[in-house]
């Protein structure tokens, strides 16, 4: 162990810890930034943190082993993840995490903002100390905005058709209208995920990535025509209780097209 407290920023590739990552560079000059590597990131997620690391004027460390998101679904014996089953960010975010850090005493940064009320990854281990600099300085959406924007950054490409969350291509916490919209971007990658799900069988185990319904199922036509209908109409009543709609709220987030059970997702890969 060290004396050394070292200061340590886990990027998702979303827009909340890129954020945080510019907000900090210069208050914190010695930060660490690192990038846990599923091997199943979008194109958008990789590009975007290559330009971040310009940014930042110091490279992004990847975590990530031979250990990958295959390697350990042949551990767990074919078993695929979920909602209730996360070995994915266990294995492939917690555990590589803590794995970096050692038994060195640090500080971790975690881009929860003030106008949000849910918590983040806290480690149990005692040399790990987490805070929030955005929720401790009272800064919100906006802010991290107007830090992407001025920053030149902006927002990760992948919000651009829509999609909300980094993280793999098949998180299981996607919407219905999401997994739409990566077929239509990536038609290569939801057919991976299709596989993924097919194979599930050879084991036992029927599973999908939405629960209820199956990725064939959801890219019939007529089913990606009703989805695509719901979440229009969804979006439009948003917008029709709101008289003046800031700019921020246009630029990203999705309704939610699976009621109001549909999960906030996994903070760690996600914010």
């Not at 560079?25 to 690391?53: A, C, G, N, W």
């Not at 390697?71 to 995490?97: A, D, I, Y």
């Not at 799900?197 to 019939?220: D, I, T």
């Not at 979440?231 to 948003?238: I, L």
Request: proline share 6%; glycine share 6%; hydrophobic share 35%.
């Amino acid at each position: 162990m060290t004396d050394a407290i070292r200061h340590i920023l886990s990027l998702s590739g979303g827009k909340d810890s890129a954020a945080l990552a510019i907000y900090m560079r210069d208050r914190v000059p010695q930060m660490e930034y690192i990038f846990h590597d599923t091997d199943k990131e979008l194109p958008e997620t990789l590009d975007y943190l290559s330009r971040l690391e310009a940014i930042l004027g110091k490279p992004v460390t990847t975590t990530s082993t031979e250990d990958n998101f295959d390697h350990w679904l042949t551990v767990f014996g074919g078993m695929l993840p979920s909602n209730h089953r996360r070995w994915c960010t266990r294995q492939l975010k917690l555990e590589p995490f803590e794995r970096y850090v050692g038994d060195d005493p640090v500080i971790n940064y975690v881009a929860l903002r003030a106008d949000e009320n849910r918590t983040g990854y806290i480690s149990t281990k005692p040399n790990i100390q987490t805070v929030y600099p955005f929720r401790d300085d009272g800064l919100g959406r906006a802010d991290v905005m107007r830090i992407l924007e001025e920053s030149g950054l902006g927002l990760p490409p992948y919000m651009a058709w829509g999609r909300t969350r980094s993280g793999c291509y098949f998180c299981f916490y996607q919407q219905k209208i999401e997994w739409v919209l990566l077929r239509e971007q990536h038609p290569d990658l939801f057919e991976q995920a299709k596989a993924y799900e097919e194979q599930s069988l050879l084991h036992g185990e029927a599973f999908n990535w939405n629960q209820r319904e199956s990725l064939a199922e959801l890219e019939r036509p007529e089913r990606i025509a009703e989805i695509k209908a719901k979440h229009a109409a969804k979006q439009a009543a948003r917008r029709s209780q709101r008289k003046s709609l800031p700019l921020v709220e246009t630029l990203g987030g999705l309704v939610s097209d699976d009621g109001p059970d549909d999960p906030e997702g996994c903070l760690i890969c996600s914010i």
